[in-house]
């Protein structure tokens, strides 16, 4: 089974920068569909992002469009979620996810695989 783990989060002004990082251990991510997902306070969970396992195609939600961007490193079984340009309403905890069947789905039941997430607070 596959364990994901996230890290990078952390408190941060607003208009600043952070990088997240989801690494896995006990399986390969290299032919998964990575998504990133953020809760915040009294929330529901929401899409933030995927990327398909090639990595050669990226899909972003529109609150994060053009600030966001997700890469990864299936060398490093590693994937990465730069956040540039935060805004106070980015506060949320993060979660990675995999998705084992390579689907690009905005939807959590697609994921088969979560970490345990990592807080992002942007004050004002």
């Known amino acids: 089974q596959v364990q994901l783990v996230e890290s990078g989060g952390g408190l941060v002004q607003a208009g600043g920068s952070l990088r997240l990082s989801c690494a896995a251990s006990?399986?390969?991510?290299?032919?998964?569909?990575m998504g990133w997902f953020r809760q915040s306070p009294g929330k529901e969970r929401e899409f933030v992002g995927l990327i398909r396992w090639s990595g050669s195609s990226t899909y972003y939600a529109d609150s994060v469009k053009g600030r966001f961007t997700i890469s990864r490193d299936n060398a490093k079984n590693t994937v990465y979620l730069q956040m540039n340009s935060l805004k106070p309403e980015d506060t949320a905890v993060y979660y990675c996810?995999?998705?084992?069947?390579?689907?690009?789905?905005?939807?959590?039941?697609?994921?088969?695989?979560w970490g345990q997430g990592t807080q992002v607070t942007v004050s004002s």
């Open positions: 996810a995999a998705d084992y069947q390579r689907s690009a789905s905005a939807y959590e039941s697609a994921y088969d695989a």
């Open positions: 006990g399986g390969a991510l290299s032919r998964s569909t």
